[in-house]
């Protein structure tokens, strides 16, 4: 039989707060345990709480970010459940009048463009987090999560690979930090994603039974999480061997496999009810209005400049202007080089491709890009060769510490025209049978005298040089 597979998403995602959603605590990132907590987070009795208002402008941002239909009247409800890292024994989220509801973000697929349909953001509150100590049975909790303020972006279940859940969580991922809502950080948690998803013969309209795995802070979790499942429910279907029954699981990234945790529980499980400690908040169309004229350029905004101001390509606008960062680098390197195509070259083929192969995002590196405008100046110069410039980048990406200046100087272009043709010469006559087979139309073989040269000159020979001397030498 033919199985396809059929995912919803649900983003959750903490908003760029100063402080948490009900009380003052600093929200930031990185504090010692239990540092940012107060009576109101820590859930003693008595203290009511009192909401952010910049969380709820987050919210609205996202909502404009998302095409989603803003709700004028919001309110917060209490979810029950016992965790222990959650101090007040429940969850205050939103249920009944969710900040927004039917909107869609657009992705790439291999059959064109695809809209992801989603069904709310809803604001809420963290949890804390429980540190289970090495070595014993026992474990710590950090409250300093709780009560920071979230976003939870649900999908409906359009989803059908790994691949377009990959293009839409990038997708989302830049239309929040373009927005200004939050930083995104899988590693640190402040983007975490769960996944329902279920499979079913093709051509079934009839869902079938789903799982939700839980907490995924990766891309290569999400894709091996995804490929996992799919295979254990379709071997379920196929033997009889085990029933799919409706739960979550929880994904290890070593064993590379989802472990059950517990049984999926519903809505009426949650115990739902308004909270009415939180007063409902009107969102009016003036309170929208402004919200939308804070906000920066967006994606689609700088993908229209940057192909009338800069008269790049569709393929390199998409992929600068994917991410704000490289987007701004590109930006503050074409300031430096006045030269927009080397410029995106230069990003998309040596910097980009690397972060692919160690499948890092561009936030997550360190990196000097004041020297690296420096690089392609020097290219540009005809100071260094590319090949020279290529080593300097590796370099300075691996986290050496160079003197670049230096660098350059002592790896100064070979740009001598008669030493270059000498050596060209020489290169061509010491290899006869290369010249033959050349002539007989294998030109790869160019390679090799063009390597001779280069091996001679330490690879500091002007490359565009070498090969045009070459090619003409080889011609005649």
């Known amino acids: 039989m033919q199985y396809e597979v059929v995912m919803g998403l649900e983003v959750h995602v903490e908003l760029a707060t100063d402080s948490k959603l009900f009380c003052g605590c600093s929200a930031k990132f990185g504090a010692e345990a239990n540092e940012n907590v107060c009576p109101a987070c820590a859930g003693m009795p008595g203290l009511l709480p009192v909401v952010n208002k910049r969380a709820v402008e987050f919210g609205i941002k996202?909502?404009?970010?998302?095409?989603?239909e803003i709700t004028e009247t919001i309110t917060f409800d209490k979810k029950n459940y016992f965790y222990p890292d959650l101090p007040t024994g429940h969850q205050i989220t939103q249920l009944y009048a969710p900040i927004c509801r039917n909107g869609w973000v657009g992705i790439e697929t291999?059959?064109?463009t695809k809209k992801i349909r989603l069904k709310q953001i809803h604001i809420e509150e963290d949890a804390g987090k429980l540190v289970h100590m090495p070595g014993s049975s026992s474990s710590m909790v950090d409250f300093n999560r709780a009560s920071v303020p979230l976003i939870e972006i649900v999908s409906e279940p359009d989803f059908r690979s790994a691949e377009e859940v990959a293009a839409y969580l990038r997708r989302l991922r830049a239309l929040l930090i373009y927005a200004e809502v939050s930083d995104c950080k899988m590693h640190e948690g402040s983007m975490r994603v769960d996944i329902n998803i279920?499979?079913?013969?093709?051509?079934?309209?009839k869902y079938g039974t789903r799982v939700e795995v839980?907490?995924?802070?990766?891309?290569?979790?999400?894709?091996?999480?995804?490929?996992?499942?799919?295979?254990?429910?379709?071997?379920?279907?196929?033997?009889?061997?085990?029933?799919?029954?409706?739960?979550?699981?929880?994904?290890?990234?070593?064993?590379?496999?989802?472990?059950?945790?517990r049984t999926k529980e519903d809505a009426t499980d949650y115990r739902y009810f308004p909270n009415p400690d939180v007063a409902p908040i009107v969102i009016s169309d003036e309170w929208v209005k402004n919200v939308k004229s804070s906000l920066p350029e967006m994606p689609g905004e700088k993908y229209n400049r940057?192909?009338?101001?800069?008269?790049?390509?569709?393929?390199?606008?998409?992929?600068?202007?994917?991410?704000k960062r490289l987007s701004e680098i590109f930006e503050e390197?074409?300031?430096?080089?006045?030269?927009?195509?080397?410029?995106?070259?230069w990003l998309i083929v040596e910097l980009l491709s690397r972060l692919k192969r160690e499948e890092?995002?561009?936030?997550?590196?360190?990196?000097?890009?004041?020297?690296?405008?420096?690089?392609?100046?020097?290219?540009?110069?005809?100071?260094?060769?590319?090949?020279?410039?290529?080593?300097?980048?590796?370099?300075?990406?691996?986290g050496k510490d160079i003197d670049l200046d230096e660098y350059i100087k002592s790896s100064g272009m070979?740009?001598?025209?008669?030493?270059?043709?000498?050596?060209?010469?020489?290169?061509?006559?010491?290899?006869?049978?290369?010249?033959?087979?050349?002539?007989?139309?294998?030109?790869?073989?160019?390679?090799?005298?063009?390597?001779?040269?280069?091996?001679?000159?330490?690879?500091?020979?002007?490359?565009?040089?070498?090969?045009?001397?070459?090619?003409?030498?080889?011609?005649?």
């Not at 429910?233 to 496999?257: P, Y």
């Not at 940057?306 to 991410?323: A, P, R």
């Not at 074409?334 to 995106?344: D, F, I, L, Q, R």
């Open 306 to 323: 940057f192909i009338t101001q800069y008269g790049l390509g569709d393929y390199d606008t998409n992929l600068l202007t994917e991410s």
């Open 333 to 345: 390197t074409v300031s430096y080089c006045g030269n927009p195509k080397e410029v995106a070259n």
């Open 414 to 476: 070979i740009t001598d025209r008669d030493l270059l043709t000498r050596l060209c010469e020489e290169a061509v006559e010491g290899n006869p049978k290369g010249v033959e087979k050349y002539k007989g139309g294998k030109v790869q073989v160019f390679d090799s005298f063009f390597g001779s040269v280069m091996g001679k000159t330490r690879g500091k020979a002007d490359t565009a040089a070498v090969r045009e001397i070459l090619k003409g030498l080889l011609d005649r």
């Open 198 to 205: 279920s499979v079913r013969e093709v051509g079934d309209e």
């Open 110 to 112: 291999k059959d064109g």
């Open 62 to 68: 996202a909502a404009l970010a998302t095409n989603s």
């Open 214 to 261: 839980k907490n995924l802070n990766s891309f290569r979790s999400i894709k091996n999480a995804i490929e996992y499942e799919k295979n254990r429910q379709i071997d379920a279907l196929e033997t009889g061997f085990e029933e799919i029954v409706q739960e979550t699981r929880r994904w290890d990234d070593e064993k590379n496999r989802s472990y059950s945790m």
């Open 360 to 398: 890092k995002e561009i936030e997550d590196i360190t990196f000097d890009w004041e020297k690296f405008s420096k690089i392609i100046k020097a290219v540009l110069d005809n100071t260094v060769n590319r090949n020279t410039a290529k080593k300097i980048f590796y370099e300075l990406y691996d």
